[in-house]
């Protein structure tokens, strides 16, 4: 397979500034997954890669070779569409055997290849259909098995289970990990999806505005986000993000959003104090990070259960301290009706802050008291509920 590595992509479309400086090196057989809203410039970097977009400057290297300049036929990179592309005139045999007719291929190697690639995908049985008698996913997954059939050094696949319903696209994120592990194709996969992102990516490249705002695996991204894009991107539901005070009384360190406020340890204050944070300062806490109490206790403040969301296993609930929202991840039942007062306090572990006016991470974190010793990375918290 290959490595890719793009140094200094710009990109313009009219006075649009579309990709902006990227940098950024995709190993061998590795799944790198590009996520960003709409517009942020990721599938036109994947088509740059493919060769169907040219660049204003820059390198586009595979295996350490400039192909920026090679047609898109000619960079041995295979591309899969959302739309399927298929041929609808072929049945499901010659839409996978087109790629490999046009190379010249063997008949006997046509035939060993396609019958390969159409029962590793599932499809060997259907053959002979036409695509007008294909469901949504067959169709993909033809689409897929037509990029597969040549053994490209690369796979490129811009969103193509966006348009499968929900039930579908938790089939196809499976067989498309079985895919990569089996093949050890380098790929890249767009999408805006963060549940597609997590689920298949071996690093996250996190994009905005035609700029890389963050690379890193699924856990670095969701535990360490680097501004407040990222932490507000990744995450269902989002970071609790407000703007707030640290301030100092009776040696702890208080932390104000709007009329409540909650104790944190001296240590964070120190913490901050070093990074010189001024008052532009942002707290951001995950659902997972507000903990919930029935009963008043130290550290708690008093909240009223707003909105509750259930999710089988897990209940989203907002909770309104003051004029603030805070949202909670709590265990399902726990809250039973809107209007419902419980306490609540932040966990310090998961408080990330964040400078306003940039909106840059300070990389300040308070490891768990169990975890100081070890110095592991504070794990991702499924349970916030203290009983």
Same mark, same amino acid.
Do not use: M, W
């Given at each position: 397979m290959a490595e890719i590595e793009l140094r200094h992509i710009d990109k313009h479309f009219g006075p649009v500034h579309v990709i902006r400086d990227v940098n950024l090196t995709v190993k061998d057989r590795? $799944? *790198?997954?590009?996520?960003? &809203?709409?517009?942020?410039?990721?599938?036109?970097? =994947?088509?740059?890669? @493919?060769?169907? +977009?040219?660049?204003?400057? /820059?390198? !586009?290297?595979?295996?350490?070779? &400039?192909?920026? #300049? =090679?047609? @898109?036929?000619?960079?041995?990179?295979? $591309?899969? $569409?959302? #739309? %399927?592309a298929l041929y609808p005139h072929f049945t499901v045999y010659e839409n996978l055997a087109f790629p490999l007719r046009a190379v010249g291929t063997s008949k006997d190697e046509v035939d060993r290849t396609v019958r390969s690639v159409g029962k590793s995908l599932g499809i060997g049985h259907m053959l002979n259909a036409r695509p007008s008698s294909l469901s949504g996913g067959d169709m993909q997954r033809v689409a897929i098995g037509r990029a597969l059939v040549r053994r490209p050094k690369a796979l490129l696949l811009d969103e193509p289970i966006g348009s499968l319903d929900a039930k579908l696209r938790e089939t196809m994120r499976v067989e498309l990990k079985r895919?990569?592990?089996? #093949?050890g194709s380098t790929s890249i996969y767009v999408t805006h999806d963060q549940v597609e992102a997590m689920s298949l990516a071996d690093r996250i490249v996190v994009m905005n505005e035609g700029v890389l705002q963050q690379v890193g695996t699924p856990t670095e991204v969701y535990l360490y986000p680097a501004n407040l894009f990222v932490a507000q991107f990744i995450g269902s539901p989002i970071m609790n993000i407000s703007a707030t005070r640290i301030s100092e009384a009776d040696g702890t360190a208080r932390i104000a959003l709007d009329s409540a406020s909650f104790e944190l340890p001296r240590e964070l204050l120190g913490m901050l104090q070093q990074k010189k944070a001024g008052t532009d300062l942002?707290?951001? *806490?995950?659902? +997972? /990070?507000?903990? =919930?109490?029935?009963?008043?206790?130290?550290? %708690?403040?008093?909240?009223?259960?707003?909105? !509750?969301? &259930?999710?089988?296993?897990?209940?989203?609930?907002?909770?309104?301290? /003051? +004029?603030?929202?805070?949202?909670?991840?709590?265990?399902?039942?726990? *809250?039973?009706? @809107? /209007?419902?007062?419980v306490w609540a306090r932040i966990d310090p572990s998961q408080a990330h802050f964040f400078d306003t006016k940039s909106g840059a991470s300070l990389d300040i974190r308070l490891a768990r008291d169990e975890e100081r010793s070890r110095d592991v990375p504070t794990p991702i918290t499924r349970q916030n509920v203290e009983l």
């Open positions: 590795e $799944f *790198v997954v590009f996520l960003g &809203p709409s517009g942020c410039g990721k599938t036109t970097t =994947l088509r740059a890669i @493919a060769g169907l +977009e040219e660049i204003d400057s /820059g390198d !586009i290297l595979l295996d350490g070779k &400039p192909i920026q #300049n =090679l047609s @898109a036929a000619d960079r041995d990179i295979a $591309f899969v $569409f959302q #739309n %399927y895919l990569h592990f089996e #093949n942002s707290l951001g *806490v995950r659902p +997972e /990070g507000v903990l =919930l109490s029935h009963d008043s206790k130290a550290g %708690y403040q008093p909240a009223e259960a707003h909105i !509750i969301q &259930p999710f089988g296993s897990f209940d989203i609930v907002d909770l309104k301290l /003051g +004029e603030k929202t805070l949202r909670a991840r709590t265990a399902s039942g726990f *809250v039973t009706k @809107a /209007g419902t007062q």
